[in-house]
């Protein structure tokens, strides 16, 4: 079945960098855009980036913009989230997600923890 | 990139229903007919309850329904069940490949 297990969060300090892993399997990774999303402690859903298929393509939303790179790795099933600068307000569970030809993300990990922190 | 407007909470009684909206503005909700909306336990992974505004995935129960007017979406859930207790978040396209969700709605079954 559809698999999506994300790692890499932990404690970092203002300033910091941090790279998350999400490794995909039960489905043809190469063929599918994908997705970053985070929740704040206390607070909604927030939609972080968008790759495409073939990794050619991204979009961010502004708060990361110049900051949080996206990337892949279709030979290894993998998806990345390089976070550098890292502010307070980046602290969140950080979930990768399968996206269906943009109108919605129909497979989600449970998420890995990123705390920003002195 | 204004979050989508929610209810902070809903509750219902176990067989009565609720809806939950959500409400956006012409640029998203009610610019595109891509309104998704996911259940989210805490500790699990977020799961798909609605897309395209009405569509079901396969396994979700009918109890489950989404409708749309305007720059408002909503989720209603009938026959209220206490493994329905969780937040419900909706989400929706907004053009040029970025995505907005709603601050999410915390659902009590008394």
């Known amino acids: 079945q559809v698999q999506l297990v994300e790692s890499g969060g932990g404690v970092v300090q203002p300033g910091g960098s941090l790279r998350l892993s999400c490794e995909a399997s039960g489905f043809k990774f190469s063929s599918y855009d994908m997705h970053w999303v985070r929740q704040a402690p206390g607070k909604g859903l927030e939609w972080v980036t968008f790759i495409r298929f073939d990794g050619n393509d991204k979009w961010y939303t502004d708060p990361v913009k110049g900051r949080f790179t996206v990337s892949r790795d279709n030979s290894e099933n993998t998806l990345y989230l390089q976070m550098n600068s890292l502010s307070p307000e980046d602290t969140a569970v950080y979930y990768c997600?399968?996206?269906?030809?943009?109108?919605?993300?129909?497979?989600w990990g449970k998420g890995t923890t990123v705390t920003v922190s002195s | 990139q204004s979050a989508l407007t929610q209810p902070r909470s809903v509750s219902g009684s176990p067989g009565q229903s609720v809806t939950i909206s959500c409400t956006g503005t012409s640029t998203d909700v009610g610019g595109y007919n891509y309104v998704s909306w996911y259940q989210v336990h805490p500790g699990k992974a977020p799961k798909l309850m609605i897309y395209d505004v009405t569509k079901r995935p396969s396994g979700v129960p009918d109890r489950f329904s989404g409708s749309k007017s305007g720059n408002t979406a909503s989720l209603t859930i009938s026959g209220l069940q206490p493994e329905d207790e969780a937040d419900f978040y909706c989400c929706s396209y907004a053009g040029k490949y970025t995505w907005v969700f709603g601050g999410g709605t915390q659902l009590t079954v008394l």
């Open positions: 997600a399968r996206d269906h030809t943009i109108d919605y993300m129909d497979a």
